[in-house]
């Protein structure tokens, strides 16, 4: 493989490693949103060693429906409206492990957080405050403390990987709105790409979610399943069209005497949408971009809406 093509790994490497979501499971949600955690290259990790940075933002927008009851905070509510505009500066390190089967990295995310959230009723936990609350904050450090991939050959590939969310972000049990989820979340997770002939690719990203509880509000979140695909093909010269998407399913029930009366409140949902990407130069610096929209076409108990989101990735070699 030659070393540009090393170098253009090397720039995806990085977007593999980033998450992108936002808001709590007690709120309806959970971490990840839907189509949005997998990226181009996600089963790669190439041999070429140095520091790579990622800046990504994405915009989601969502309702929960006023016959649903959700949990937010300590706020028992009649249907939700969601708005979250998440935004991550992420750096990755590709070890020096050589041109072998495997090759490995780590990374470390620091997100900022828009959000706003209205309720259409609220029990009484909250007296005398709004049923609409927003703001910017910090929202909780995402590590990925290793990357192991492997190469099946110069065409399929496969990563695993444990990302970790710690709870360092703004949090307060009283507000609607909240950056930080209040939890530690650890998601095993394996992702596979494979190479098309044609320059395209198809690449898919797999994970389990688990919450620790969250003990300002006596609510544990249950496990959540999600997967995650794109598929692109070359339209001109450094650009790439495709189709991604993303089933989340949550496994488990929620616990805690919230969770209990709203009888476990499992949530789903399946979303779809284009993907475009650009890799190239800005000057003489190697970039990569990408840009998606994810619209769901199905959810229960968590927020149905839209995502949109973009990244721009430069490496430090």
């Known amino acids: 493989m030659s070393d540009s093509r090393f170098l253009r790994r090397s720039i995806w490497a990085a977007i593999m490693l980033m998450p992108l979501g936002a808001a709590a499971t007690e709120g309806g949600m959970g971490r990840p949103i839907t189509g949005q955690q997998v990226n181009s290259n996600a089963g790669i990790v190439p041999p070429t060693p140095g520091l790579v940075l990622s800046l990504a933002s994405i915009y989601f927008e969502g309702d929960i429906e006023s016959s649903r009851p959700v949990s937010v905070g300590r706020v028992l509510s009649a249907g939700m409206e969601a708005t ?29 957080q828009y959000t706003k959230v209205e309720v259409s009723a609220s029990s009484n936990l909250r007296p005398g405050l709004s049923n609409t609350d927003s703001g910017t904050q910090f929202a909780d450090v995402w590590i990925n403390p290793i990357v192991a991939s492997y190469h099946f050959s110069e065409t399929e590939h496969m990563a695993l990987s444990l990302p970790i969310y710690a709870p360092t972000g703004a949090y307060n049990p009283d507000r609607l709105a909240n950056a930080g989820q209040n939890t530690w979340t ?10 098309m002939k044609d320059g395209g690719e198809f690449s898919t990203l797999a994970a389990i979610d688990f919450y620790t509880r969250n003990d300002d509000t006596d609510y544990k979140n249950g496990a959540v399943f999600r997967i995650d695909a794109m598929w692109t093909t070359p339209i001109a010269p450094q650009w790439k069209l495709g189709v991604v998407g993303g089933w989340i399913e949550q496994l488990q029930d929620d616990s805690g005497p919230t969770a209990d009366k709203l009888n476990g409140f499992k949530g789903r949902s399946v979303g ?5 990407t650009w890799g190239g130069k800005i000057g003489n610096q190697a970039a990569a971009f990408s840009a998606r929209w994810v619209h769901d076409v199905d959810a229960k108990n968590r927020p149905k809406g839209n995502g949109v989101a973009v990244s721009l990735t430069l490496p430090f070699l």
């Open 84 to 112: 979250a505009i998440y935004n991550i500066a992420n750096l990755t390190y590709i070890w020096d492990t050589g041109p072998g089967r495997w090759n490995f990295a780590s990374g470390i995310g620091i997100p900022v």
């Open 186 to 195: 650890f998601s095993p997770t394996i992702a596979f790409t494979k190479m």
């Open 272 to 276: 779809l949408g284009p993907i475009v």
